[in-house]
């Protein structure tokens, strides 16, 4: 599904050059759940930012289903990551102004989809995550495992093929992330390829393969190990 070939990302700021990834070079294949894991600054999030098509590699290429994606417009980029990917993140980025069900519904009004469709599939989406209940609250009015769960909800709503997910569990407490994260592995099991940056390694345990970064660079990958 996605091929990382070469990837190095350079930020320049006037006399100031930073190497954030150099010469990264990974596979991710549908249905997989992938951990990438390393200390704070060594290039994890812009590596994840690079998948989303966020960001652009200074060099290198990027192939998302078979396609180098390095050359794309702007436009194109925006239609990649509506149409096929969904995104969470450790701070929610919910609207408070809205309900928690205008918050999920917010992420198909991108996509057309119609009134009654929009409806089925948020419904279906709360009760998929046990958020049903809290339809008309507003962010502010719930706790941290219930925003992410509503975070959760809007990432996977259009059904997208990959979902990227940065700290998902930061920002919770032990037994609201083991929460986030069972739903993360049911999502898995049902077909979502995944890619998770995280710092905890009990997360990174649901993972079947996970990719250590030290220094930009790719230190480490291994596998998770069978228990059967």
Same mark, same amino acid.
């Given at each position: 599904m996605l091929k990382l070939h070469g990837i190095s %990302?350079?930020?320049k700021s006037d006399e100031i050059q930073t190497q954030a990834l150099n010469n990264i070079n990974i596979e991710i294949g549908a249905g997989e759940f992938v951990a990438i894991m390393g200390p704070s600054g060594c290039g994890k999030s812009t590596l994840l930012n690079i998948?989303?098509?966020?960001?652009?590699?200074?060099s290198g290429d990027y192939f998302f289903n078979g396609v180098n994606v390095v050359g794309f417009s702007e436009s194109r980029l925006s239609d990649i990551r509506k149409d096929h990917? +969904?995104?969470?993140?450790? @701070?929610?980025?919910?609207? /408070?102004?809205? *309900? @928690? !069900? %205008?918050?999920?519904?917010l992420a198909l009004l991108y996509h057309d989809v119609p009134a009654v469709e929009r409806r089925q599939q948020v419904e279906a989406?709360?009760?998929?995550? +046990?958020?049903?209940? $809290? @339809?008309?609250? %507003?962010? *502010?009015? $719930? *706790?941290?495992?219930?925003?992410?769960r509503i975070a959760v909800a809007r990432a996977i709503v259009a059904r997208p093929a990959l979902l990227l997910a940065d700290e998902p569990t930061g920002n919770l407490d032990s037994g609201n992330g083991r929460t986030i994260m069972e739903i993360l592995n049911q999502l898995n099991n049902e077909g979502t390829t995944i890619v998770m940056v995280t710092h905890?390694?009990? /997360?990174? /345990? !649901? @993972?079947? %393969?996970?990719?250590?970064?030290f220094d930009g660079c790719v230190a480490l990958e291994s596998k998770r190990q069978s228990t059967g």
């Open positions: %990302r350079l930020f998948i989303g098509v966020m960001d652009r590699p200074t990917i +969904g995104f969470i993140f450790q @701070a929610f980025n919910l609207v /408070d102004e809205l *309900s @928690a !069900y %205008r918050n999920i519904e989406v709360m009760e998929k995550v +046990g958020i049903t209940h $809290l @339809a008309k609250s %507003r962010p *502010s009015q $719930l *706790s941290g495992g219930q925003q992410q905890n390694q009990l /997360d990174a /345990d !649901y @993972a079947h %393969r996970t990719i250590n970064l």
